[in-house]
Structure formats: structure tokens, C-alpha cells
């Protein structure tokens, strides 16, 4: 089981050493066509893939579907610009845990900040004419997800040293005990992707991002 974990920690150092975002300086400053976006996100957020090879990351049916729902804004002329890109980043890593209307609330603040208008506005914004560039409100969020890095690896550690402990005293085959282990750092790291996604929804509803 422990050369089991030192793999898993080594696939972790892997993921960790890949860049947790696009870089703004890296998104094009030029309007892009739909073919364009798609082949950009897919090329850039690949790594972020189960299957890599044959996952889409995103779809033209995906993109159509965020401005249907208005978390998007249209294209203009069939054409999307950087800010719709970056919006499209942010839409990324929200929705493979949260739902759509979810995704609308949470973006609106900062659609609000760069006056951009959507069904989700809020009253505080409505009327008032923000200019905070977008690309600056997008660098501050995900600056931050580069600093996450250590703090995540050090627990995810930690929770690799408690599986390997567990079910240490059970009556059972050596095979057995360590799919047993797998299966509980699964459910601790599930456990706390739960809770964090409940506290979201608990914001959500109270209304913190109206």
C-alpha cells in the first residue's frame, strides 16, 4: 500500500507543477470565432481532463447553453471577445459541482465590477457604471489559486498517512485491506468537497452574492 500512496502523491506533483489557471497575458487580445475559443480551452485546459486524449472541455452546445442561461454574454457579430474567455475560465472550474443558476449568481459580482450586464444583476449594481477592467478582477481570483498549491499537497498528505493506518488491525488479506484504504481517502476527500459545496449553496441562498 505505501508504494500504492508515493504514487498517488507523485500523480499529485504532477497535477501541482501544471499551471492552476490560464495566465491573462496568454488569453488572446483579438476577437475569436466560436472554432477558435473552443480550440483555445481545449488546448489550454487539456491537462484538466480526465481522459485527455478524448475529453472535450468545452463544447459548442456548452457555450450556447451559458448564454442562454445568461451567465454568458452573446457574441457580438459571432465573435467572442477576451472578456468573454475569461468569463469562460471562470465557468470551468465551477461547473463540475455546481448548477447553472449556481454558476449565474456567484460570476454576477464580478460581471457587475466590469459593467456588464446579465439576468442575475443586482440591485446595488444596476444603474451604476463600474469600470473595473475584467482582466484585473480575474488575475486577483486566480492569483490565488497558485498560492493553494503547498497548503493542499501538505493535507492531501496528511490524509494519505491516515489512510495508510487504517483498517491496519483488521482481520483481513493484505489486497483487501489496501482496496479498503483507497476507499477511505476517497471518502475523506469526497467528504470535504460535500462540505465545502454545501457552504457554497448556504451562501448562494442566503443571498451573499446578491
Known sequence: MEKKMDQIAGQLDDLLKQEAYVDRSR???VDLYMDQVLSFMNE???DYARDPENDRILTKTMINNYVK???LMPPVKKKYSPEHMMILMMIFYLKNFLSIEDIGHILQPVKDAAGIRGRHDSPAARGKGQNVELGSVYEEIFSGLSGNAEVFSEDF?????DAERAFSGADLPE???ERLKRVYLVCQMSAEIYLNKLLIERMIDAGDFD
Do not use: V
Open 27 to 29: 488569453i488572446p487580445e
Open 175 to 177: 489486497k483487501e485491506k
Open 44 to 46: 489550454h485546459l487539456r
Open 157 to 161: 498528505r496528511k490524509k494519505l498517512g
Open 69 to 71: 442561461n445568461g451567465i
